[in-house]
Structure formats: structure tokens, C-alpha cells
């Protein structure tokens, strides 16, 4: 074994994921599918400087999941929500270099999603932070994603997207916190799909030879398990698999 996946294994052992499947059909509530910046800045290999330098299989597996979720709740009338990271030239997102910035095609899905932009179910909305919780509050006070929730009464989102450990965990996150708040009265269960996610690669080494120090690593596979745990620590449920 080599060290990431001796790191990944150790915390297999020592902090497990349960994880369930999730049955659509039989669900007695209403679905809606949270698609999170399944940008090309962030998912097409050499598309800007968070994009993937060479083909990631978790990446590639993500964009696969999420597309064939979003057909199958498109063909039964399903809400579908997709964020699209989105930044004006030249303001900068700190800690992050550039990416995403509109006019550059990063800001916009990847191709095999592309076909989202015309789906009446779907509802597309661009944000310029981390948080989709922040990102999503308009500039008359409104917030997209809630109204998307109330609006449509969804008792279940089922969460796909990049990066697992960055903006679908806060997302997760806060989602969970304002149905606890009663912001979203008909919000019962957030579902995190394990292969409908996926995060960056940048091992200890890698991070220190592009000098950016050794807090910068980032190690996919421990990342991509860490942000499941802190999610389900919080009350999400992990789903392995998904049947429509
Ligand atoms: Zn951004």
C-alpha cells in the first residue's frame, strides 16, 4: 500500500461510514436532486486553475452519477437544483486562485450536463462563495435554494458535485442546520451521494513542490471520506447507491 491509501484504510478502521442505499420509488415524500458545481473550472480536465490536470477516475465517475440522476429526474418530472460556481473578472474568491470567472466557459456545466440549461424542471443558479446557502441569497433578500425547497415542498434532497469536503459539505451543512431552524418547513432527510461526489488530488509532495506548502495537501481519497464523515456526523445520510 502505498501512503495515501494506508492513510485512506486507517481511517476506514478507525472512523467508518454507514451507508445505505436509497430506494426513490419508494419514497413516500418528494426528491429534489442538488447538483453542486459540476463546472467545467472544476470538472474538465485542463479547463483553469482548480479544473483536474489529468483525468481523475472520481471526478469522471461524479460527472457520470450526476447525469444519469439528473436524466432519470428530468424523465419523471423530478425538481432538479444545479449551482454553477460563477465570479466576476478580477475579484478574487481568497484563499483561491482565478477560476470560474464568467466569459471563460469554467463558469458554465460540463458538457454532459450542459443540456440542464434547457430542462424545465431545473433551476440553475450561479453563486460566488463557498457556502450555496450564502451563495444563493438574492439582492431583494431572497434565498433560490429555500424557495426551491418550499416551493416544491421537498422532504428529501439527494446532494451530488465538487468538491465533497468543500462546498457540498457546507452546503450539507447548512442545509441541515436551517431545516433544524424551521427554514425549510417540509425538509425531513439530506442524502449525500458517495459516487455522485468527488474532490481534488494534491498529495503532501505535489503541494510542497508547487510551493504551497504542506497545508495545502490534499490527499482525494482520505479528503473525499472526511467530508462523508463530517456530514453524517451531522445528521446527513450517506447513500452507496441509488435506485430509481
Ligand atoms: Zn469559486
Redesign the pocket.
Known amino acids: 500500500m502505498n501512503m495515501s491509501e494506508t492513510l485512506l484504510s486507517e481511517l476506514q478502521n478507525q472512523m467508518p461510514l454507514v451507508m445505505q442505499p436509497l430506494h426513490l420509488k419508494a419514497a413516500e415524500g418528494k426528491t429534489g436532486l442538488i447538483i453542486v458545481?459540476i463546472v467545467n473550472?472544476f470538472a474538465t480536465v485542463g479547463a483553469g486553475n482548480?479544473a483536474p490536470p489529468v483525468e481523475s477516475p472520481q471526478v469522471s465517475r461524479m460527472v457520470e452519477e450526476a447525469n444519469k440522476l439528473a436524466r432519470n429526474f428530468t424523465a419523471r418530472g423530478w425538481p432538479v437544483f444545479a449551482f454553477l460556481?460563477?465570479?466576476q473578472p478580477g475579484k478574487a474568491?481568497p484563499p483561491?486562485p482565478p477560476?470560474?470567472e464568467i466569459g471563460t466557459g469554467e463558469e458554465n456545466l460540463v458538457p454532459e450536463l450542459l443540456w440542464l440549461e434547457d430542462a424545465a424542471n431545473a433551476t440553475l443558479v450561479r453563486?460566488?462563495?463557498?457556502n450555496e446557502f450564502i451563495g444563493a441569497y438574492q439582492s431583494d433578500g431572497s434565498n433560490a435554494l429555500l424557495d426551491w425547497l418550499n416551493r416544491h415542498k421537498i422532504t428529501d434532497v439527494l446532494a451530488v458535485g465538487i468538491c465533497i469536503d468543500i462546498?457540498v459539505m457546507d452546503m450539507v451543512l447548512t442545509l441541515l442546520s436551517a431545516r433544524n431552524h424551521g427554514m425549510a418547513a417540509s425538509l425531513w432527510e439530506v442524502h449525500v451521494y458517495d459516487q455522485g461526489c468527488a474532490t481534488y488530488d494534491l498529495p503532501r509532495e505535489l503541494a510542497e513542490e508547487l510551493e504551497l506548502g504542506p497545508g495545502a495537501a490534499h490527499p482525494q481519497d482520505a479528503t473525499h471520506h472526511m467530508g462523508l464523515y463530517f456530514m453524517a456526523a451531522r445528521g446527513a445520510k450517506l447513500v452507496d447507491s441509488v435506485e430509481v
Open positions: 458545481d473550472g482548480l460556481d460563477s465570479h474568491e483561491y477560476h470560474c453563486k460566488d462563495c463557498i462546498c
